[in-house]
């Protein structure tokens, strides 16, 4: 989890407190794209889906340096996890 502290402290926000419980890995086998993975809501959302087990495409626009910060993390979890690059908001990116 040292990745998530650096970025929360250059991000200048408290640090992130990992539940101690159990983690259940109920996503094992699926699939997930994550819009807006590099940071934020988006980067949330794709560890805790890497953390139940799930296979995830960090999708960016910028900050390629960060997708793949979230790319480790997620397979430090033992899921498969690759960046790509695409703005979801122009139809022929989403093609």
């Given at each position: 989890m040292r990745?998530?502290?650096?970025?929360?402290?250059?991000?200048?926000?408290p640090e992130a407190v990992?539940?101690?419980?159990h983690v259940v890995r109920s996503l094992v086998g699926q699939k997930a794209i994550v819009t807006g993975a590099n940071s934020g809501i988006g980067r949330a959302v794709a560890l805790a889906l890497g953390h139940a087990g799930a296979d995830v495409v960090v999708n960016y626009v910028s900050r390629p340096e960060?997708?793949?910060?979230?790319?480790?993390?997620v397979e430090a979890c033992g899921a498969h996890a690759f960046a790509?690059?695409?703005?979801?908001?122009?139809?022929?990116?989403v093609q």
């Open positions: 990745q998530s502290k650096d970025y929360f402290a250059e991000e200048g926000l990992v539940p101690t419980g960060e997708a793949a910060k979230v790319v480790a993390e790509f690059k695409a703005d979801v908001s122009q139809e022929a990116e």
